[in-house]
T-cell receptor, first 109, second 116 residues
């Protein structure tokens, strides 16, 4: 079966750095997405990785290793507004998006 | 960036009634639209995928006669929850994608449905 694993919840301090991991086992791979979702709101796109390596976009970076079935989202200089759920999703061989359960990130002052 | 709207934002209805939710892509042509359901503190659950002008493809366990999806144009899809019951109360979110499958999905703001 297809499976995406990410931690249920993480806590970090304002101004610090946090890394949210995502591992996946899917039938084929056509890319991995990270989305941010604030409580009661719809998800917003953060990043898309299809090749191995690190993609940096401001305070957020996303890393992919296809051989390890692994990705992480790195958030730097954390702000209180970064408190949200972070969803990892993989596009499988049928181009269907498989969603992880999400990681709830709590930022403390 | 691309904008997707949903209407209504929230709705309260009586058990047994039907509710229609609209999803519109405002500044792009949505060749594919998706309908998701999300229960509190849970992840997104894909209900169905629809391509403009063709029948929706429903995920396993989703009743197509209960959740009617119409993707009549490249900018509009509707989800009708027929004979709603309290267990249908949830956050319904649509998303839209233009072109290839590796393009990002743009999400609407969601519709919170409460069935009394």
């Amino acid at each position: 079966g297809q499976n995406i694993d990410q931690p249920t919840e993480m806590t970090a301090t304002e101004g610090a750095i946090v890394q949210i991991n995502c591992t996946y086992q899917t039938s084929g791979f056509n890319g991995l997405f990270w989305y941010q979702q604030h409580a009661g709101e719809a998800p917003t796109f953060l990043s898309y990785n299809v090749l191995d390596g690190l993609e940096e976009k401001g305070r957020f970076s996303s890393f992919l290793s296809r051989s390890k079935g692994y990705s992480y989202l790195l958030l730097k200089e954390l702000q209180m507004k970064d408190s949200a759920s972070y969803l990892c999703a993989v596009l499988d061989s049928n181009y269907q998006l498989i969603w992880g359960a999400g990681t709830k990130l709590i930022i403390k002052p | 960036g691309a904008v997707v709207s949903q209407h209504p934002s929230w709705v309260i209805c009586k058990s047994g009634t039907s509710v229609k939710i609209e999803c519109r892509s405002l500044d792009f042509q949505a060749t594919t639209m998706f309908w998701y359901r999300q229960f509190p503190k849970q992840s997104l659950m894909l209900m169905a995928t629809s391509n403009e002008g063709s029948k929706a493809t429903y995920e396993q366990g989703v009743e197509k006669d209960k959740f009617l999806i119409n993707h009549a144009s490249l900018t509009l899809s509707t989800l009708t929850v027929t004979s709603a019951h309290p267990e249908d109360s949830s956050f319904y979110i649509c998303s839209a994608r233009e072109g290839e499958a590796y393009n990002e999905q743009f999400f609407g703001p969601g519709t919170r449905l409460t069935v009394l």
